[in-house]
C-alpha cells in the first residue's frame, strides 16, 4: 500500500515538475527563440523568454484542468493482468476520430482474440467520442490530460499508441506481447520499424502535409493511411458499422418537421482549432448566399438544411431549415444519413456522411488535397484559382493566404462552377 | 576613392545552386551606392566544376568552409548571408550598409522574413525537410530557383541568367567546327538513383536521333566525379568530366541538350545555350524548370517528391524500387520534345506574366470595353450581368479609419447630393491620408454632375462593376446620382465580379442576414 502511495506521488510529482505540457510549451518557445537567424545578445532573449512567460500567465494548460479535476479519477479500466491490454491515445478532430474507430474494428477484427482488450483514451472531443466509439468497439473509453497521461498512465498498459496520421507506439512490453499473443508482436515491430524510417511525419504534426503527398504518391486516401503497411487491409470504404442511437433514429426528421422531405444538407464550417468561420476551408459567405438562392428556386423539391456548430451569422439565403447548433451528434448522423445530398467544404461532416454510407457529397476543397481527403463516390471540386493544397505547408495555414491571390482556391470555386458540379450531379441521378 | 565593404556568402556547393548564387550576388554587386561590395564566399569542399566557376567569376577561391563561416568574427563584415533557397540574414552592420541604401534594405527584408513565422518557420527549423513546402509555395507565387533568392524583384532578376560564363571559342573539340550537335548527359553514375532515365532509353533516343536527325552529332557529357559509360550510337564522349573547357564549348553551341535535372542544365543556361530538353521526376520542373526549356515529366506520379522522405533520392515511395516517375517517361515524349526544341515552339513553364492591373472609374459608369478588359484581370474568376435595384448596392467608404461596407443609400456621396457635404469632405480627408485606395475630390464629382445633366439620363442608364457582396467596384459616384434622381428602386445593370474581397462590415452582415430571416422555417 505504502509503494503504490509512493507511487502515485511520484507521478503526481513527475508530472507537476516535469511533464506538464507547460513545459513541454516552454522548451518548445526557448529552441524557437534559438532558431531564428539572427543570434541576439542574451539580454535580448532573456527578455524574450520573461515576456513568453508573463503571457503564459493567461494562457490554459492541462495543468488547470488537473487543479479542475482534483478529486477526480484516472479512468479505472481494471486491466487484467492475463490480457494483452492495449491502450489508444485518440489525437485530432471528429474525421481523425472517425478513421481510427475504422483502424481499431479493422484491428480487432485480425487480433480476434479474448485476450486482446482495447481501451480509448481521449483528451479533446469529449463529447463526440461515446458517438463515434459506439459501445462495442472498444473495451473501455476514458477522458484523460495529456499531461496525466505521460505521467505514467499510459505504462499501465502492455502496448500504447498514439493514432494521428499514423500509430505511434509510446510504450510496449515486448516481452509479454511475445508471450502471451505472438502474432501482436510482429504487428508492433513493424510499427516502430516505420517510426524509425519516418521519424519526421510521426513527430511534428508540422509535416502532416507531407505525409499526406507521400500517401497520395502510394494512391492512399486519408482513410487508409494510418495501415501503412497495408496489413489491416483498409479500403477506401468505411468498415466499421457505425451506430446511430435509436430514439435519435426514430424521432430526429420527426422533431425538424424533415419527414418525407428530399433534403439538400449544407455544411461550410470548419472546428475552432482550424479558424472556424475564418478558416480558409470554408466557401465565402457571399458565393454561399448567391449559390443556395438560386438552388432553391432551380431545385423547388429539394429542402435546404444547414448544419453546423452555434451559429455566428444568420442562416444562407435560400436556406430552409437552419439547424446549426440545434443537433446533437446523433441527429447530425442521421441528418446526414437520410439527406439526398451534402453540399460543403472539406471536414468531418464529409467523413462522417461516408462513414454512414449516405450518399454522395458535393465538397468543395480549398487548402486540403481532394486526392487524400476525398471521396470516390462524391464530387470533389477544386477551383483553378490555386491548384496547390497548402495543408500545413506554412504557419497559419488554416487562416492565411500565400497566394499572390489572396484565397483563390475558394474565391475561383464561383456560384457557376458549383451550379453545374451540382446540375451533373442531380442529372446523372447519382442523387436519388 | 569608394569605401569597401564585406559581405560574406554562405552557399550550398552543388553546380546549380553555385551558378543560381553567383546570379544573385552579381545583381546585388550592381545595386548603387558609395561603396564597391567585396564577396566572400563559403562553402564545404567545392568540386572541381564549382572551382571552375567561382575562379572565372570571382577571381578567388572559396574563403573557408561552412565550420569557418559559422565561426565568423562579424566585426569584420557589413553583411552575412546564408544562401539557400532564400537569403537569410545572419548578421548587418545597419550603420556600414547605409552606404549601400539598397543592400540595406535588403538586408533588413531578409532579417524580417527569416524571423516572420508565417514564412519561413519551418524552413528555419529544418531546411531540407520543408523544401516540399517552401518549393510549392514559391512555384505558386511565380518563383523559380533562379529568381527565388531575389524575394520581392528588386534585383530584377527573372529567368534569365545576368552572369555570362565563357569558354574558349578556339577550343578543339574534336568535332568539325561546321557540324552541329546534340549534347546528351545520362547521369548515370550519379549518386540520386531516382532522378536517372535507364540508359537504354537514352539509347533508344539517341538511334531515332541518329535517323531522323542524321547532321547532328550526338555528344555525351559528364561532370567530374561522374564516371557514366558510353552509349551506344554516340559520336563523342566526354564522360569522363576532364575536358571542361570542351564540355563548357559543347553545352553552349549544342543546337539541344538532353539532361535530367543536373547541374548541367544550368551551366547551360549560365552560358546562355539553347535549350534543354529536360527529364524531370522527384525535382520540381515548375521551380527547378527554365521558361525556354522544355519539362519532360512522366504521367506514372503527379507528385514531385523531393526531400519527402529521408530516402527520396534512393528508394521511389510509389514502386519502393526503380522511380517510377522516371520509368514512365518513354523515348518517344523526350523525342517530342526535341523536335519542339527545334522548331521553337517553346512553352513557357515558368514567371507567367500577370496581365496589367485595370483600374475603374470610381465616378462615372464603366464603358463595356473597360468592363471586359476588368474581368479578364487574374484574380477575377468569373462574371454575370445581373440587375439590381439601386437600394441593393453597397460602397466601400470610411468608417472612421477602418473600411466598411455601406449601403449606396448611407455613402457619403447620397448625402453629398442630398446637400450634407461633411461626410463627403470627411471621406475625401481620410482617403487622401490611406495607402492604395481610390482618392476621390469634389472638383470631379461636380464635373461629372454636370456633365450627366448636359448629355441626359435614362433610369436605366446606370452600369457598375459589383463584387459578390454588391459592393460596387466602379461607377459608385454615378449610381449615387441616378438614386438620388430616380429613387432606390432604380434598376442599375450591375457586372459582378466573383473575386476575393475584405471589407465587409459586420453591421452589414447582420442587416442582411435579417432579410433571410423570412425564408427561415424554424
Known amino acids: ?432 | 576613392m569608394k569605401k569597401v565593404i564585406s559581405v560574406a556568402v554562405r552557399m550550398n556547393r552543388d553546380l546549380g545552386s553555385v551558378l543560381v548564387g553567383l546570379n544573385f550576388l552579381q545583381s546585388i554587386q550592381m545595386l548603387p551606392g558609395n561603396a564597391d561590395i567585396k564577396f566572400e564566399l563559403f562553402m564545404e569542399a567545392p568540386g572541381p566544376t564549382v572551382q571552375s566557376v567561382l575562379a572565372e567569376m570571382f577571381d578567388t577561391a572559396v574563403a573557408g568552409t561552412e565550420e569557418e563561416f559559422a565561426a565568423l568574427d562579424r566585426k569584420d563584415y557589413a553583411i552575412i548571408v546564408d544562401l539557400d533557397i532564400l537569403p537569410i540574414l545572419i548578421w548587418g552592420d545597419w550603420h556600414l550598409l547605409r552606404q549601400v541604401p539598397e543592400l540595406l534594405r535588403l538586408g533588413k527584408m531578409w532579417e524580417k522574413n527569416a524571423q516572420d513565422k508565417f514564412y519561413t518557420a519551418f524552413y528555419r527549423r529544418n531546411r531540407a525537410w520543408s523544401y516540399p513546402y517552401l518549393l510549392r509555395i514559391l512555384s505558386q507565387q511565380g518563383k523559380t530557383f533562379l529568381n527565388a533568392p531575389d524575394i520581392d524583384g528588386t534585383l530584377g532578376i527573372r529567368d534569365k541568367y545576368t552572369i555570362k560564363l565563357s569558354c574558349d571559342p578556339n577550343i578543339n573539340t574534336c568535332i568539325a567546327r561546321n557540324r552541329q550537335y546534340i549534347s546528351v548527359h545520362t547521369g548515370q553514375s550519379a549518386k540520386f538513383s531516382t532522378v536517372q532515365w535507364a540508359p537504354k532509353q537514352f539509347e533508344q533516343v539517341i538511334a531515332i536521333l541518329r535517323s531522323e536527325y542524321p547532321q547532328y552529332a550526338i555528344v555525351q557529357l559528364g561532370l567530374p566525379g561522374e564516371k557514366d559509360k558510353p552509349l551506344k550510337g554516340v559520336d563523342l564522349c566526354l564522360t569522363d568530366g576532364k575536358d571542361w573547357e570542351k564540355i563548357k564549348y559543347i553545352l553552349e553551341n549544342a543546337a539541344v541538350h538532353i539532361d535530367y535535372d543536373s547541374g548541367l542544365v544550368h551551366l547551360r543556361k549560365a552560358l546562355h545555350g539553347g535549350p534543354s530538353v529536360v527529364l524531370f521526376g522527384p525535382t520540381s520542373p515548375e521551380f527547378y524548370g527554365y521558361g525556354d526549356d522544355l519539362a519532360v515529366r512522366g504521367s506514372a506520379c503527379d507528385v514531385w517528391c523531393m526531400q519527402l522522405t529521408d530516402q527520396w533520392n534512393t528508394v521511389c515511395q510509389k514502386s519502393r524500387g526503380t522511380a517510377s516517375c522516371m520509368a514512365s517517361i518513354t523515348p518517344q515524349m523526350v523525342m517530342q520534345s526535341v523536335q519542339k526544341a527545334f522548331s521553337m515552339q517553346i512553352t513557357e513553364i515558368a514567371a507567367t506574366k500577370c496581365s496589367d492591373e485595370v483600374f475603374l472609374s470610381a465616378y462615372r459608369s464603366p464603358e463595356p470595353k473597360e468592363i471586359e478588359a476588368f474581368v479578364k484581370q487574374k484574380g477575377i474568376f468569373d462574371n454575370e450581368a445581373i440587375v439590381l435595384p439601386a437600394s441593393e448596392l453597397y460602397v466601400c467608404a470610411f468608417d472612421g479609419q477602418k473600411a466598411v461596407r455601406m449601403p449606396l443609400a448611407e455613402s457619403p456621396m447620397i448625402r453629398y447630393l442630398q446637400g450634407n457635404t461633411t461626410a463627403y469632405k470627411k471621406e475625401i480627408r481620410i482617403r487622401g491620408s490611406q495607402k492604395g485606395v481610390f482618392r476621390y475630390t469634389r472638383e470631379e464629382f461636380d464635373e461629372l454632375i454636370k456633365q450627366l445633366k448636359r448629355d441626359g439620363m435614362q433610369p436605366d442608364g446606370c452600369r457598375v462593376v459589383a463584387t459578390a457582396n454588391n459592393v460596387i467596384e466602379g461607377g459608385e459616384h454615378q449610381a449615387a446620382i441616378w438614386m438620388h434622381l430616380f429613387g432606390p428602386d432604380v434598376p442599375i445593370r450591375v457586372t459582378r465580379v466573383y473575386k476575393y474581397e475584405t471589407v465587409i462590415s459586420e453591421p452589414e452582415k447582420a442587416a442582411k442576414a435579417k432579410e433571410h430571416r423570412g425564408n427561415n422555417a424554424l
Open chain 1, 1 to 432: 500500500m505504502i509503494a503504490d502511495l509512493i507511487a502515485k506521488v511520484k507521478i503526481w510529482l513527475d508530472y507537476k515538475l516535469h511533464k506538464k505540457d507547460f513545459t513541454q510549451d516552454a522548451i518548445r518557445a526557448v529552441a524557437d527563440l534559438h532558431s531564428g537567424s539572427r543570434e541576439y545578445n542574451h539580454r535580448l532573449h532573456a527578455l524574450s523568454i520573461i515576456h513568453w512567460c508573463f503571457l503564459s500567465l493567461f494562457r490554459s494548460y492541462a495543468s488547470d484542468k488537473w487543479r479542475e479535476k482534483k478529486g477526480g479519477q484516472l479512468p479505472d479500466f481494471e486491466l487484467q493482468p492475463e490480457n494483452v491490454n492495449i491502450g489508444i491515445l485518440a489525437c485530432g478532430g471528429i474525421g481523425d476520430f472517425l478513421m481510427l474507430a475504422n483502424y481499431i474494428y479493422l484491428f480487432r477484427k485480425k487480433f480476434n482474440s479474448p485476450c486482446v482488450r482495447v481501451y480509448l483514451l481521449y483528451d479533446r472531443n469529449k463529447k463526440a467520442v461515446p458517438s463515434i466509439f459506439g459501445r462495442d468497439l472498444v473495451d473501455g473509453l476514458g477522458y484523460i490530460t495529456h499531461g496525466e497521461l505521460y505521467g505514467g498512465f499510459h505504462q499501465k498498459f502492455d502496448l500504447f499508441m498514439e493514432v494521428s496520421r499514423f500509430p505511434k507506439i509510446t510504450h510496449l512490453d515486448s516481452g509479454k506481447i511475445a508471450t502471451t499473443y505472438p502474432e501482436l508482436a510482429g504487428f508492433a515491430q513493424s510499427i516502430q520499424a516505420f517510426y524509425y524510417e519516418n521519424k519526421r511525419q510521426l513527430d511534428y504534426p508540422a509535416w502532416d502535409g507531407q505525409a499526406g503527398l507521400v500517401s497520395i504518391i502510394q494512391g492512399k486516401k486519408r482513410i487508409q493511411q494510418m495501415d501503412f503497411d497495408g496489413s489491416l487491409g483498409i479500403a477506401e470504404e468505411f468498415v466499421y458499422p457505425m451506430f446511430i442511437d435509436e430514439d435519435a433514429q426514430l424521432h430526429t426528421m420527426d422533431k425538424f418537421g424533415l419527414h418525407e422531405k428530399r433534403l439538400i444538407v449544407i455544411v461550410n464550417d470548419a472546428d475552432n482549432q482550424n479558424g472556424g468561420g475564418r478558416s480558409n476551408k470554408v466557401w465565402p459567405r457571399s458565393y454561399c448566399d448567391i449559390f443556395f438562392e438560386k438552388v432553391s428556386k432551380k431545385y423547388p423539391q429539394y429542402t435546404l438544411c444547414q448544419l453546423g456548430g452555434a451559429p455566428s451569422g444568420e442562416a444562407y439565403a435560400g436556406v430552409h431549415y437552419d439547424l446549426r447548433g440545434l443537433t446533437t451528434l446523433e441527429e447530425t448522423k442521421v441528418l446526414l444519413q437520410n439527406a439526398q445530398l451534402l453540399i460543403g467544404c472539406e471536414g468531418g461532416m464529409v467523413h462522417l456522411r461516408h462513414a454512414l454510407h449516405g450518399g454522395p457529397s458535393l465538397v468543395l476543397f480549398g487548402p486540403t488535397d481532394e486526392r487524400f481527403f476525398g471521396y470516390s463516390e462524391n464530387t470533389n471540386l477544386r477551383g483553378t484559382g490555386c491548384q496547390t493544397p497548402c495543408e500545413w505547408m506554412y504557419d497559419g495555414w488554416t487562416t492565411n493566404c500565400m497566394n499572390a491571390v489572396s484565397n483563390a482556391c475558394m474565391y475561383s470555386l464561383t456560384p457557376k462552377v458549383v451550379m453545374e458540379a451540382l446540375d451533373d450531379m442531380l442529372e446523372e441521378t447519382r442523387v436519388e
